[in-house]
DNA sequence: TCACCTTACACCTTTGAAGGGG
DNA sequence: ACCCCTTCAAAGGTGTAAGGTG
């Protein structure tokens, strides 16, 4: 078993200054998308940021929570969230590290989760935070309830989709621009494996209150099940250590605590814990103010169809090798988003790069769209109509009201031989590419293809 | 035996309805 | 009729512990 450090080690990727700059917030043509709550998503990244999956599906913690700006105020725009995962690995946990436990497992279903607001003008979204404290992560491949479907012990970072369009339906025509922030990259978990990631979630999520130290459930503590198996025993030992190592009366600080927050940051960072260690300092180090060609280096627009200008070349977003460190592979992956100029789509003029075959209603003030070649997003969002009518989560596996000239199945997820990738790219991720510009002549074809073809390999 | 998953549970926050007062 | 505030109960989000599964 070869550990994330290893491997890590082992990986020839670009430098790491080439993702210093991932900042809270970056710029993609006019519109910037930041974090919030950077400082929490640090804390957890740090240490190895876990989230729970359940089959009722749970919410995540952090919980994304971002900010908008650039829009145009009065167009109306969807925001939508879909996981990514980091690489092609399943990991384990192992004392105190996460290791390469073996391949990653067939993607479960493409979801895709809708904020609940969308559509919404661009002022709306702008003057005020987003919060996506509803979006729940299910490990139930067969959920119906549209929660986003992960696989446990797999990594994954959460991908946000701005996309200007009226509703769910004209998206297929619409320009959208994705964000990713390195900070938030998780593993799933069906249980939590590091003790220090479920004392963070304790001290910060104000629903886990019951479990702080000081909290009033120390008789409940003490008295239930006063002995445990010798497995319990095993993380109860690590738990005691962890507490003495950092818990002390008034240690436990509140959700918006800056001050106290900060003290357990440096906690963390003292210990050196991290499982993503060389991860975190590249990520802490974007504390500094970075310019905005950095900020670029994380987002990407897309166009679907990708007019002839957007030609990006994803090898190394998805194209991990198996000899790669997943962890750094991921990095790499990251850099995809990255600092190519190339790479990054020049953000088409609003007036009139886009364009809506079918308008479901009419635009007050939007802009016109005029489109040079037909866009279809069937592949984009594949939706039912109670689906769209209640904005939320979007199953790609559901047929689309748009997509009747296609069987449903383009969901599951062409395989290799079905779609051969481009050559630049690896067949675990060719319909990334198609995804990411290539040219499709026809409306047919491109609803053939997922947005998220993460999820289509 | 082990790693991982599922479930029930107690504790807690959040949410929204109901009621009262101005 | 409307608005604001308080109260309260229900709903639902937490991690834990124990048992289940392969």
Known sequence: MQSIRELKSNFSGPPPTAITGAPDAYLQGNIRMTLEDPNLWRTFHEIGTEMIITKPGRRMFPHCKVS????????????????????AF??????????????????????????PDSPAPGSHWMKQSISFLKLK???NTLDQHGHIILHSMHRYHPRFHVVQADDLFSVRWSVFQMFTFPETSFTAVTAYQNTKITKLKIDHNPFAK????????????????????????KR???SNNDSKQDSSPGDCFSYDGDDQSKRKEEDVKEERYSPWGAEREQIMRTDSPV????????????????????QACRVQEYGKSPSSSPSSVSRSGRNSFGPRAPD?????DHQSSKSRVHEAGPSH????????GPQDYTGVLNMTMSQASKPGVIGHHIYSPYGSEQPLGQWGGPGPAQYPPPPHLTADYSSQAVHHGYHHGNVAEWSQYPLFSYSCW
Not at 72 to 80: D, G, M, R, V
Not at 214 to 226: D, F, L, Q, V, Y
Not at 344 to 348: G, I, M, Q, S, Y
Not at 365 to 372: D, I, K, S, T
Request: hydrophobic share 30%; with cysteine; charged share 30%.
């Open 68 to 87: 908008l700006s650039g829009l145009i105020p009065c167009a109306k725009y969807i925001l939508l969230v879909d996981m990514v995962p980091e690489d």
């Open 291 to 310: 310019c905005v060609d950095a900020r670029d280096m994380y987002s990407n627009e897309q166009l679907v169809p990708a007019p002839a200008s957007f």
């Open 365 to 372: 003030c939007a802009p016109q769209h005029h489109l040079p």
């Open 236 to 238: 109860t030992e690590i």
């Open 344 to 348: 990054v789509a020049t953000v088409p």
């Open 137 to 139: 992560l299910t490990n």
């Open 210 to 233: 019951g479990f702080r130290d000081e909290g009033t459930n120390k008789k409940r503590r003490a008295n239930k099940h006063p002995t445990c198996s010798d497995k319990r025993e």
């Open 90 to 115: 399943r990991y384990k946990w192992n004392k105190d590290k996460w290791e390469v436990a073996g391949k990653a497992e067939p993607q479960p279903p493409c979801r895709t989760y809708v904020h």
